[in-house]
T-cell receptor, first 116, second 115 residues
Framework: AQTVTQSQPEMSVQEAETVTLSCTYDTSESNYYLFWYKQPPSRQMILVIR??????QNATENRFSVNFQKAAKSFSLKISDSQLGDTAMYFCAFSSGSGGYQKVTFGTGTKLQVIP | GAVVSQHPSRVICKSGTSVKIECRSLDFQATTMFWYRQFPKKSLMLMATSNEGSKATYEQGVEKDKFLINHASLTLSTLTVTSAHPEDSSFYIC???????????FGPGTRLTVT
């Protein structure tokens, strides 16, 4: 079974600064996908960024980037130029890439507060 | 991007009654959908996998007779909470997977309150 661990329950960052959220996972699979989802106060889950395990290049989406260390099973999220709208719960998630549609395993979440 | 809707967004029901929550994929077909439960300030807990045309697969510890799932079409899955009790009060979320990227498209959630 896969596990996803987020060791930072809460974090805060000043507006316009950079913050890094940590995530580690455990799996015996070689083909899988990793995600960061954001859940703002509205509680609508939103995809922030996705990483395919077979790709060595770290994914980036505008102000969001990841540091994917496959051997270390680490998948951290860096948010640059933090904005007030980034305030949300952030969930790291794992999905197996084999056998059709696979369920997602979520971490416990990190609550990020952006301070004006 | 793909849109998943849920209805109702909020529901209050009395203890002992049943309530149905609908999850629809609006602009794509979903042979598989997932149902989650989320407690305040907690992560999403997978309850079951809904499969179009076949029985749902429930996670360990989830009562299948209490949480009835029906996936009657390629765009609709329903979760019925039967004989609801106050401890069933929670936020319920559904999702449908993207065909090639394995990301999930989430519904906006349903807040259930059982009085």
């Amino acid at each position: 079974a896969q596990t996803v661990t987020q060791s930072q329950p809460e974090m805060s960052v000043q507006e316009a600064e950079t913050v890094t959220l940590s995530c580690t996972y455990d799996t015996s699979e070689s083909n899988y996908y990793l995600f960061w989802y954001k859940q703002p106060p509205s509680r609508q889950m939103i995809l922030v960024i996705r990483q395919e395990a077979y790709k060595q290049q770290n994914a980036t989406e505008n102000r969001f980037s990841v540091n994917f260390q496959k051997a270390a099973k680490s998948f951290s999220l860096k948010i640059s130029d933090s904005q007030l709208g980034d305030t949300a719960m952030y969930f790291c998630a794992f999905s197996s890439g084999s056998g059709g549609y696979q369920k997602v395993t979520f971490g416990t979440g990190t609550k990020l507060q952006v301070i004006p | 991007g793909a849109v998943v809707s849920q209805h109702p967004s909020r529901v209050i029901c009395k203890s002992g009654t049943s309530v149905k929550i609908e999850c629809r994929s609006l602009d794509f077909q979903a042979t598989t959908m997932f149902w989650y439960r989320q407690f305040p300030k907690k992560s999403l807990m997978l309850m079951a996998t809904s499969n179009e045309g076949s029985k749902a697969t429930y996670e360990q510890g989830v009562e299948k007779d209490k949480f009835l799932i029906n996936h009657a079409s390629l765009t609709l899955s329903t979760l019925t909470v039967t004989s609801a009790h106050p401890e069933d009060s929670s936020f319920y979320i559904c999702s449908a997977p993207a065909a090639s990227t394995y990301e999930q498209y989430f519904g906006p959630g349903t807040r259930l309150t059982v009085t």
